[in-house]
C-alpha cells in the first residue's frame, strides 16, 4: 500500500494537497485522530485499496505525541510518505483574514496570530518527520504541482535534490535546507533591456555567464553541496533543498538554480549503473537519480519587472 500522510499548520493548504491526491485517486481520509491510523490502513488494505491519503494536525490533540512511534511501526509494510506544510505567520494571518474562518484553536477571545503560534509549537515535534514545503508565497496551482511532484518520487530511488530560487525581499524559504545568498553578484535589474526577462531567457543568461564572479560563486555552490551530499544521503533524508536567493527572485538566483540543476543532472545521466560518481569534469559529484528544479518568484506571485 501507498501511504501519504500530511500535516501542517492550519491555513498552509493541507486541504488543497488532499484534493490533489484525491483526484489522482487516493481513498483520503481528513482530520483523523493518530490512534486510528493503523486501524485504517489494516482495514483498506483488506478492501484491497493501494493508495490512501489521510491528514493529521492539531485537532488530534494530545495524539499527536504517539505519532512518530506509529509511523515507525507502519514504514516497514508500507511505501510511507509524509508532508508537512508550513506558512509565515503573517501569511496565515492573512488568509484567516480572507475566508472568515475561526481557527481551530481560537477559543475563548485569543486573538489569531496566539494561536497561530500555540499551533507551530505543538506541532513542533513531528514537523521534521517527513518532507516540507513552505507555502508562504505559493499560489494554489503552484502547490498542486509541488504536492504532484512529491507524491511521483519514487522512495527507493534515494535522495532527491531539489534546487529552488527565490527572492529575499519575499523571505527565506522556510523549507529550505541550504540557504545561498548570491546578492552581491552584478545585477540584470539594471539594465532596462534586461529587466522584465528572467534568469531563464538567453540575454540574461549570456549577461551572467561572462561575468567571472558569477561562474566562481556557481563553481563554489556546487562543491559545497557536492562535498556534503553524501552525509546527506547517509541521513536517509528523502529530499535535499538547495534554495538560491537574490533580491527579488528573478535572474541571478533563477540562472544560478538552473545552472546547478543542469550541472547535478548532467551527473546522473552520465553515470553508469551503480557508478558512485558520474560528472567527468567533476568526478567527485554524486550520480542522483532525481534532480528538480523550483522557482518561487516565477510561479505566477510577484508580476515579471516588479522585482529584483
Known amino acids: 500500500m501507498h501511504l501519504v500522510l500530511i500535516s501542517g499548520l492550519s491555513g498552509s493548504g493541507k486541504s488543497i494537497a488532499l484534493n490533489v491526491l484525491e483526484d489522482a485517486g487516493y481513498f483520503c481520509v481528513d482530520n483523523l485522530p493518530t490512534s486510528l491510523l493503523p486501524a485504517l490502513v489494516d482495514q483498506l488494505e483488506e478492501s484491497g485499496y493501494q493508495r490512501v491519503a489521510a491528514a493529521v494536525d492539531v485537532r488530534a490533540g494530545a495524539g ?7 509511523l515507525a511501526a507502519l514504514r516497514p509494510r508500507l511505501d510511507l510518505r509524509f508532508l508537512f506544510l508550513n506558512a509565515k505567520d503573517e501569511t496565515l494571518v492573512k488568509r484567516f483574514s480572507e475566508t472568515r474562518r475561526r481557527h481551530p484553536l481560537a477559543r475563548d477571545g485569543r486573538a489569531l496570530l496566539e494561536a497561530i503560534r500555540e499551533e507551530r509549537e505543538r506541532l513542533a515535534d513531528i514537523g521534521d518527520l517527513g518532507h516540507h514545503i513552505d507555502t508562504s508565497e505559493l499560489k494554489p496551482a503552484v502547490l498542486r504541482e509541488w504536492v504532484r511532484q512529491f507524491v511521483a518520487t519514487d522512495p527507493d530511488a534515494g535522495l532527491t535534490l531539489l534546487f529552488q530560487s527565490f527572492g529575499f525581499k519575499h523571505g527565506v524559504p522556510q523549507d529550505a535546507d541550504l540557504v545561498f545568498d548570491v546578492r552581491c553578484l552584478p545585477n540584470p535589474y539594471y539594465d532596462p533591456a534586461l529587466r522584465p526577462l528572467t534568469g531563464q531567457d538567453q540575454p540574461v543568461i549570456d549577461f551572467l555567464a561572462a561575468v567571472p564572479d558569477v561562474a566562481a560563486m556557481a563553481e563554489d555552490i556546487r562543491a559545497f553541496v557536492t562535498r556534503w551530499l553524501p552525509a546527506y544521503i547517509r541521513d536517509n533524508r528523502a ?50 537519480p532525481r534532480v528538480l528544479v523550483r522557482h518561487r518568484e516565477l510561479s505566477g506571485n510577484p508580476a515579471p519587472g516588479s522585482a529584483r
Not at 499527536?64 to 506509529?70: F, K, R, S
Request: aromatic letters at 8%.
Open 239 to 288: 529530499y535535499l533543498t538547495v534554495a538560491i536567493g537574490c533580491t527579488g527572485g528573478q535572474h541571478r538566483s533563477v540562472y544560478l538554480t538552473e545552472w546547478l540543476a543542469a550541472r547535478f543532472r548532467a551527473a546522473g545521466a552520465a553515470a553508469a549503473p551503480g557508478a558512485a560518481t558520474a560528472d567527468p569534469a567533476n568526478p567527485a559529484t554524486p550520480a542522483l
Open 64 to 70: 499527536l505525541a504517539a505519532l512518530p512511534g506509529i
